[in-house]
C-alpha cells in the first residue's frame, strides 16, 4: 500500500526566508501524481503544487517549488521569500492510480509558522 | 467557478443520533470525494463517485455510514447511531474526469460527537 511520510511535524521560518518541507512516499508504481496542498487555520485546503512522475523537471509555482527525486521517492516542497500568508498546515499527498483507484493518500502535514 | 460547499458547517450531536452533511461540487467536475480528518492526521480518503455511480469504498466506511450522490451532482454523506469516534472534520473534493485531474476541496464540516 502506497504510505506517504511528513518527517517534520512543525517548521519555523523568518518572513523573507526561504524554508524546505519534507515528504517521502512509498509506492510499486511507475507513473503517478503527487501533490502539495496548503490549509491555513480554520480554512479550507489549497492545491500549492502537483508533480506529474513522469515528468523530470521540478515543478515551480511562483515563490513554491519542488525537489522530486523519484528514485529516493522524495518530494520536497520548498517556499522562497516566506510571506505571513504562508503559515499553515501542509500536507504532501500521493495520488493512487492501481486498480483504478482515484484517491489521494495524504501525509500527517507539517505545521509551518512564519514569524515577522 | 464558486468552488466546492459544504453544509453545515458544523454538527454537534449526541451519541446515538443520525446526522447528514452535503457537498455541493464545482459545477462541471464529473467526480466527488469524501475525505475525514482527525486532529493531527492528514485527510483519509472515504469514498468517491463519478457522476451518480459510488467508484470506490474505503474500509473507513462502516456499516453505519452511507453517501449518495443521486442525480451526479450534490452528495450526501449520512452517519447512523454516531459514535465519539466519529468527531472529525469531513471534506469533500470534486475534480474533472480526465486522468489524474486535480482535486479542490471544500471547507469541510466539523462533527462533534458528545
Known amino acids: 500500500a502506497q504510505t506517504v511520510t511528513q518527517s517534520q511535524p512543525e517548521m519555523s521560518v523568518q518572513e523573507a526566508e526561504t524554508v524546505t518541507l519534507s515528504c517521502t512516499y512509498d509506492?510499486?508504481?511507475?507513473?503517478?501524481?503527487l501533490f502539495w496542498y496548503k490549509q491555513p487555520p480554520s480554512r479550507q485546503m489549497i492545491l500549492v503544487i502537483r508533480?506529474?512522475?513522469?515528468?523530470?523537471q521540478n515543478a515551480t509555482e511562483n515563490r513554491f517549488s519542488v525537489n522530486f527525486q523519484k528514485a529516493a521517492k522524495s518530494f520536497s516542497l520548498k517556499i522562497s521569500d516566506s510571506q505571513l500568508g504562508d503559515a499553515a498546515m501542509y500536507f504532501c499527498?500521493?495520488?493512487?492510480?492501481?486498480?483504478?483507484?482515484?484517491?489521494?493518500?495524504f501525509g500527517k502535514g507539517t505545521k509551518l509558522t512564519v514569524n515577522p | 467557478d464558486t468552488g466546492v460547499s459544504q453544509n453545515p458547517r458544523h454538527k454537534i450531536t449526541k451519541r446515538g443520533q443520525n446526522v447528514t452533511f452535503r457537498c455541493d461540487p464545482i459545477?462541471?467536475?464529473?467526480?466527488l470525494y469524501w475525505y475525514r480528518q482527525t486532529l493531527g492526521q492528514g485527510p483519509e480518503f472515504l469514498t468517491y463517485?463519478?457522476?451518480?455511480?459510488?467508484?470506490?469504498k474505503s474500509r473507513l466506511l462502516s456499516d453505519r455510514f452511507s453517501a449518495e450522490r443521486p442525480k451526479g451532482s450534490f452528495s450526501t454523506l449520512e452517519i447512523q447511531r454516531t459514535e465519539q469516534g466519529d468527531s472529525a472534520m469531513y471534506l469533500c473534493a470534486s475534480s474533472r474526469t480526465a486522468f489524474q485531474e486535480t482535486q479542490y476541496f471544500g471547507p469541510g464540516t466539523r462533527l462533534l460527537v458528545l
Open positions: 508533480q506529474e512522475a513522469y515528468k523530470q
Open positions: 459545477s462541471e467536475h464529473n467526480r
Open positions: 509506492t510499486s508504481e511507475s507513473d503517478y501524481y
Open positions: 499527498a500521493y495520488r493512487v492510480t492501481q486498480g483504478g483507484s482515484e484517491k489521494l493518500v
Open positions: 463517485f463519478q457522476n451518480e455511480a459510488q467508484l470506490e
